[in-house]
């Protein structure tokens, strides 16, 4: 064993050594026979060239760099055409080339290339814009091979390798620019009857992938790696790639394409399918023109995507493209909505109108059988959805949803206006306006949404609400409201109504939206709307969506716009309740905005009699301003009192009066957040006629009836007719002089009648017994019999504890006699 491992090492090392001798013997041969092994490397490539300059710095011997084959290193290699000084262009610079070559060929002193390979540098393929291209040079000397002057085999090359190359076409003729940075690229070629066949293994990164540099480019600094095969067709003058694996930015994906060099126009096909591909990804390999059009879009799982490219190689053509892809249980986010358990497919074509074309305006994208989650708890579907006109992108589509009420909780945002407990909701809706933020394009909405059985709560006024039912109508740009039925515990509602214009103005102008109401109902009861007059609350924290960051537009938009619109209510009522007060057959006209309750006119039967009044008030929470109108006919006044709590008045109330009031009123006043009426805060006149009155057990008369009118009926006063206009000033109803033709007595009052404190009444009473003149019919004689015999001047005045008190008085001047 030892003998024949010494033989073999022996025998190896011999043919080493010959070996290494041999390469060192090339290597003097290359060194000697430099000039002329340069002489012919410079023949071939200029034999491919005509009317350009090569430049080649240096050439040294590269015996390791292509083992077992020689390899010639080429330094500082550059060609140049005749144009080069106008346009600037190299169309090669590197640093080194290396070329391999047939040993034995370079022993009969011929050269046969049978590789490249090329280090740090650049090569440009550059066409200007009148279609002349640096590349032009490289066409085959045909005068020399037409005199025979070629000399030996031409070269066969089978195997190119980059390393480090920029490889640049720039064609702006045809507006294409395509850039490469190639960190290695190994290339192997084949020949067969019919053409060849090309192999490459490549790593690189795309510069510029622009088939119309004005639309941007394709592919933007992804990184590509892959092994390519290339076949072409001498027949048919087809190059085609096989369907085959390629990773771009990290992702696998199937690429295959063909292009044809026969007839003109020459066609050219590329299909991509990737599976599993991100969203953003797939954006990103877009032209920016394009992805720009997705960003308000995001995707969060990955996708399937099919795509096609068609056209035809040149000037001016815009190829085909046509994309499909897929996707389940999908999250996507737009415009602020978010979409759960998203399942649909999808199409995208750049040629919407075939034949029309291929531009922005022209393309489509397409969903189908759309299926999805608002905020978890609302599904909604779309059999179609199109996004047409990428230029001004306008979503049109028909939807459908049938769900609780009560999902629209979460769907609101973090401050829900309304708190549904109960209901049901089907909406069945076509949609078409923009998609993107600040798009111009007015929005069209056609269909219904009914709601049914709904509980809730309104939850800025603290309302309560059952049996809600309604149907709302959307046709174009406006809203109808139909059939609406709203129950709480005390009242009942029946609604039409209609919104002009909503759908353009609900986002950008919600106060110059207009709602109208009809209203009608069998009993309503205002104590129940008491928080209208007060600060609207802050809605409830949904604590389920509390930290989530997108938050339904349309939710969280419709509090703005029921704070902001204006509404005009037009309301007919059987019954209308509020506190004491009751009323029949109600009619009124008012209207709503910001901050004002306008009342246009209001009529109503009231306590026998009627009541019309108009008026304003101003909403400013605690206190509420208001001015009001009224007309009063044939009212029977302790009713009224009482309905009014007394107006505020301390000794006179609804116990002490009855007649038949009709009266005309201006006044102005506060009204608290509470629905009750702010103290001295009434001002204005009130003209009164009361008929057919009295004045029951009113304690200050009965207190000095008995020493002063014994024998007469002080508990029930009566008298026919009372007039006068009475100015109210906050706590203080100033009383004009008037004279009183009662029942028990003769009086005249002028003075201070104060609600709380301030009293100051002077109060003239003849002791003369009003029955002894009941047969007098002369008016005259009558007036003057009143005055006969005592007369006592009082002076009614709060006393400490509160109560009027009446005591004898300094005479006040004699007040003018006042109608009886």
């Excluded at 067969?192 to 490549?202: I, R």
């Excluded at 996004?387 to 829900?416: C, S, V, W």
Aim: glycine content about 8%; aromatic content about 6%.
């Amino acid at each position: 064993m030892q003998k024949w491992l010494r033989i073999t090492l022996i025998v190896s090392g011999s043919l080493l050594a010959i070996l290494v001798l041999l390469w060192l013997g090339l290597a003097l041969y290359i060194r000697h026979n430099k000039a002329d092994i340069l002489q012919q490397i410079s023949d071939r490539m200029s034999d491919r060239m005509h009317g350009g300059a090569l430049e080649i710095k240096d050439m040294e011997p590269s015996l390791v760099h292509s083992f077992p084959n020689v390899s010639v290193a080429l330094e500082g290699v550059s060609i140049k055409d005749s144009l080069w000084n106008t346009h600037q262009h190299q169309l090669l610079n590197v640093a080194r080339i290396f070329v391999e070559v047939n040993t034995f060929s370079l022993l009969r002193k011929q050269l046969d290339i049978r590789q490249i390979s090329l280090e740090k540098g650049t090569i440009c393929l550059f066409t200007d814009s009148t279609g002349y291209s640096n590349a032009s040079m490289l066409k085959r000397n045909t005068r020399v091979k037409a005199e025979g002057k070629e000399k030996g085999k031409g070269p066969d090359i089978t195997r190119l390798q980059l390393s480090d190359i920029s490889f640049i076409i720039d064609n702006q003729q045809k507006n294409k620019l395509f850039s490469f940075d190639i960190a290695n690229l190994k290339g192997s070629l084949r020949n067969n009857d019919s053409g060849w066949a090309c192999n490459m293994n490549t790593s690189l990164r795309v510069r510029s992938l622009a088939f119309n540099t004005e639309k941007g480019s394709y592919l933007k600094d992804k990184t590509v790696q892959t092994d390519l095969e290339v076949r072409y067709n001498r027949v048919s003058k087809t190059l085609s790639i096989p369907q085959q694996a390629l990773r771009i930015g990290g992702q696998t994906i199937s690429a295959g394409a063909t292009f044809s060099f026969g007839e003109r126009p020459r066609a050219f096909t590329v299909h991509i399918v990737a599976d599993k591909i991100p969203f953003r990804l797939a954006t990103s390999l877009l032209t920016p023109k394009i992805s720009s059009k997705l960003d308000s879009i995001n995707i969060e799982q990955p996708l399937d995507v099919e795509a096609q490219l068609k056209g035809h190689m040149q000037p001016g053509d815009k190829p085909s493209v046509d994309v499909t892809w897929k996707t389940v249980n999908n999250v996507v986010t737009t415009k602020g909505m978010e979409l759960q358990e998203c399942s649909f497919a999808g199409s995208f074509s750049n040629e919407w109108m075939p034949g029309q074309p291929r531009v922005d305006e022209n393309s489509i994208i397409s969903l189908y059988g759309l299926k999805a989650k608002i905020y978890k708890s609302i599904p909604v579907s779309a059999d179609t959805v199109h996004i047409i006109n990428l230029k001004h992108p306008t979503l049109m589509g028909y939807f459908n949803a049938d769900f609780p009420l009560t999902a629209l909780n979460e769907a609101q945002g973090d401050e829900n206006v309304f708190s549904f407990t109960g209901g049901t909701a089907q909406a069945a809706l076509y949609y078409k306006g923009g998609i993107t933020a600040g798009d111009t394009i007015l929005p069209y909405l056609k269909g219904t949404v009914a709601l049914k059985q709904g509980v809730m709560e309104y939850t800025p006024r603290n309302l309560q609400f059952s049996n809600c039912n309604a149907l709302l109508d959307f046709n174009g740009q406006d809203l109808a409201l139909h059939n609406i039925t709203i129950s709480t515990r005390k009242s009942n509602l029946q609604m039409e109504g209609n919104v002009q214009n909503i759908t353009r103005l609900y986002f950008t102008a919600p106060d110059k939206l207009q709602l109208n109401w009809n209203v009608r109902s069998t009993g309503i009861d205002l104590d129940e709307f008491r928080s209208f007059l007060g600060k609207r609350k802050q809605g409830k924290r949904s604590r389920a969506i509390a930290n989530r960051r997108n938050i339904s537009r349309i939710a969280s938009q419709l509090d703005v716009v029921l704070n902001s619109c204006n509404v005009n209510i037009h309301m007919l009522l059987d019954k209308l309740t509020y506190g004491n007060f009751m009323a029949q057959q109600v009619r009124a006209e008012m209207s709503l905005n910001q901050s004002d309750i306008h009342l246009q006119q209001m009529s109503l039967l009231h306590a026998g009699g009627s009541i019309n009044m108009a008026g304003t008030m101003t909403q400013d929470g605690v206190n509420n301003r208001f001015k009001i109108n009224s007309n009063i006919k044939n009212v029977h006044i302790d009713q009224l009192f009482h309905a009014f709590n007394n107006f505020g008045m301390q000794s006179l109330s609804a116990k002490n009066l009855k007649g038949i009031l009709s009266a005309t009123a201006a006044i102005t006043g506060n009204v608290k957040d509470d629905g009750k009426m702010a103290p001295q805060s009434m001002y204005g006149s009130l003209s009164f006629d009361l008929r057919n009155g009295a004045l029951v057990h009113f304690a200050p008369l009965e207190d000095i009836g008995g020493l002063l009118f014994r024998g007469r009926n002080l508990g029930n006063i009566t008298f026919d007719n009372l007039r006068n206009t009475l100015t109210l000033q906050g706590n203080k109803i100033i009383v004009p002089p008037m004279q009183i033709n009662s029942s028990a007595l003769y009086m005249d009052v002028s003075g201070v009648y104060a609600m709380t404190k301030g009293t100051d009444m002077y109060i003239t009473v003849p002791l003369r017994n009003p029955k002894r003149d009941e047969d007098i019919v002369d008016t005259e004689e009558k007036r003057s019999r009143r005055k006969k015999g005592i007369v006592l001047h009082l002076r009614a005045q709060d006393g400490e504890d509160g109560k009027v008190k009446i005591k004898l008085g300094s005479k006040k001047d004699k007040p003018e006699d006042a109608e009886m």
